[in-house]
């Protein structure tokens, strides 16, 4: 009987408005979890089971159903320890977030070499002194030509990998 008590004592209380928070944040992480493609889920490490539900999650419509199945999903994640998930979860967050200023800085310099012209050009070239300053030229003028002549900008698409090269070589 005084174990008992002891084991009370010790286990922490925790209130009903604390639970159906710690029940809403596994949702919202059942949530994410849903919005991430096979490929970053196959390397979340999830248990078969989660996995799977994870993935009829992702294929619902947005109604009652996948809410129930998020739900479900939530109620999973509280049998295990969530936090290896979250911890891997704000690793991808990151790597997006990443690739998206990259992407936004490659654009701007697409948009400053279509705009400025050769002052945008020089300074590309001073911070890559190894990139071809001929072919980059060549689809400026072609860029140049087809914003005249009204055609798809397939040259200002070229411009834009071209920088991209420059920074991966870089990295």
Known sequence: ???????????????????????????????????????????MGLPERIYAAVLEAAAMPPKGARKRQLKFIGGLLREMDAEPVKAKLAGIKSQDAQSARRHHHIERWR????????????????QFPEADSQQLRQLL?????????GKPPKSARLIYHFVRALYDEQD
């Open 141 to 149: 003028r072609n860029a140049a030509r087809e914003a005249k002549a």
């Open 1 to 43: 009987m005084i174990e008992e008590e002891a084991m009370d004592q010790e286990q922490e209380w925790v209130s009903k408005s604390q639970l159906k928070r710690d029940s809403a944040a596994l949702q919202d992480l059942a949530a994410e979890l849903a919005k991430l493609s096979k490929t970053q889920l196959q390397g």
């Open 111 to 126: 948009e400053r070499l279509l705009a400025e012209g050769d002052q945008a050009l020089t300074e590309l070239l001073d």
